[in-house]
């Protein structure tokens, strides 16, 4: 029974390798999520594959400095997020929180404006991406243009999500230069969440 239980995880590693290969799921390079795992490729082989985390938590695009390894059975039983689709720009979001009686009429305006502003230098060549692969997969490409929808995530809470368009190897960079730009411009006018 030992036997055919370890054969059984070594035969599930291999088809998930098989998986990985013939179904062109992932490479060496690419950002990836799976089973709490979240990270850069680094490398894998028919048992596992090795990750540089990405953290802490999923909003962040900070490396950890520490390596997961996962075997590659995972690819069974979970579902699998590929960041980085093979393009040069992406659509990533961004929530900011505000409390109900925080003005989010001029807190909506003053982050589009600050992701606008941070945006502008390379609208052209993501709008061109959006193009292409509109043209390569037969579908309908999202605007990059920054975009903001309200959630109403609990009582007295108010959560502005910003879709903006970046860079995939400086989405980190120009996340953070938004949202200094925004608290700049916010900072003076709102008061703290609570």
């Known amino acids: 029974a030992a036997l ?12 998930g390798a098989a998986l990985r290969v013939g179904g062109k799921v992932y490479s060496v390079g690419d950002r990836i999520q799976i089973a709490g795992h979240r990270g850069v490729v680094l490398d894998h082989d ?3 594959t090795k990750l ?3 953290g802490p938590g999923q909003a962040s695009h900070l490396y950890t ?5 996962f075997p590659n059975s995972l690819l069974f039983t979970n579902a699998l997020v590929k960041e980085n689709p093979s393009q040069e720009f992406g659509l990533y979001t961004l929530a900011v929180p505000l409390a109900a009686e925080q003005g989010w ?3 909506e305006s003053r982050l589009l404006e600050a992701a606008k502003a941070e945006c502008a230098p390379f ?7 959006m193009k292409l692969l ?4 037969l579908l309908e490409a ?6 903001i929808t309200i959630q109403l995530s609990e009582q007295g809470r108010i959560v502005l999500v910003l879709r903006f368009p970046a860079p995939d190897r400086g989405r980190s960079r120009v996340e953070q230069a938004i949202l200094r730009r925004y608290l700049s411009a916010v900072s003076s006018h709102l008061p703290p969440v609570s």
């Open 52 to 54: 540089l985390e990405i």
């Open 134 to 137: 509109e043209q390569l997969h």
């Open 65 to 69: 400095g520490r390596v997961t390894i």
């Open 4 to 15: 055919v239980r370890a054969t059984k995880e070594l035969l599930v590693c291999w088809s």
């Open 142 to 147: 999202p605007s990059p243009d920054p975009r």
């Open 46 to 48: 028919i048992f596992a």
């Open 105 to 107: 009429k001029q807190a």
């Open 123 to 129: 609208m052209d060549e993501a709008s061109r991406q």
